[in-house]
Antibody, heavy 120, light 112 residues
């Protein structure tokens, strides 16, 4: 069974750093792109970027380029999303999702989400 | 670059049929597949339609998808509405011009 399991909720202060994770199981982790999606409170879905665990090829949405870093540790089948200096506007739910293939660009499996709250 | 525009909300009665539209602002809707995701409150999204009109395993055939080149839009149709279908629905496609996954703004479906 394919699963993406994300790390737990975080409460941080502005200016702090953070790294959240997404562990894949039930499939060959290195063969599928993993994407990250933001959902701010009461708002819609926004694509942030993707990474290919096989070679760490990473693409970012223009909106998030330079604001976050996506990485992967294929030895433990885990993708990461990190911030070096959080802002209150980073408060959101963050989802990882597997891309089924690069003909469809379809997110076929999703993690349960990680809620990040940034508040002083 | 293009955007996908959805109605903010739709409502319909149980047992009826509802259609949610997703209009692509530029470029052909047929040039990249459209997916539809259902998101119930407090839950992660799950796909109900992929590749314009395919249902993932486990999704009932009450859900169907289509594209219409004349209106440059995709549609999600849900027939025999159940109260359990109440959720937010998002369309999604891909912008090959600047590699980029694009989501519509979402439509809140109310079944009452």
């Amino acid at each position: 069974e394919v699963q993406l399991v994300q790390s737990g909720a975080e409460v941080k202060k502005p200016g702090e750093s953070l790294k959240i994770s997404c562990k894949g199981s039930g499939y060959t982790f290195t063969r599928y792109w993993i994407g990250w999606v933001r959902q701010m409170p009461g708002k819609g879905l926004e694509w942030m970027g993707i990474i290919y665990p096989g070679d760490s090829d990473t693409r970012y949405s223009r909106s998030f380029q330079g604001q976050v870093t996506i990485s992967v540790d294929k030895s433990i089948s885990t993708a990461y999303l990190q911030w070096s200096s959080l802002e209150a506007s980073d408060t959101a739910m963050y989802y990882c999702a597997r891309v089924s293939n690069l003909q469809t660009y379809y997110f076929d499996y999703w993690g349960q989400g990680t809620l990040v709250t940034v508040s002083s | 670059n293009f955007i996908l525009t959805q109605p903010h909300s739709v409502s319909e009665s149980p047992g009826k049929t509802v259609t949610i539209s997703c209009t692509r602002s530029s470029g052909s809707v047929a040039s990249n597949y459209v997916q539809w995701y259902q998101q119930r409150p407090g839950r992660a999204p799950t796909a109900v339609i992929y590749e314009d009109n395919h249902r993932p395993s486990g999704v009932p055939d009450r859900f169907s998808g289509s594209i219409d080149s004349s209106s440059n839009s995709a549609s999600l149709t849900i027939s025999g509405l159940l109260t359990d279908d109440e959720a937010d629905y998002y369309c999604q496609s891909y912008d090959a011009g600047h590699p980029h996954w694009v989501f519509g703004g979402g439509t809140k479906l109310t079944v009452l």
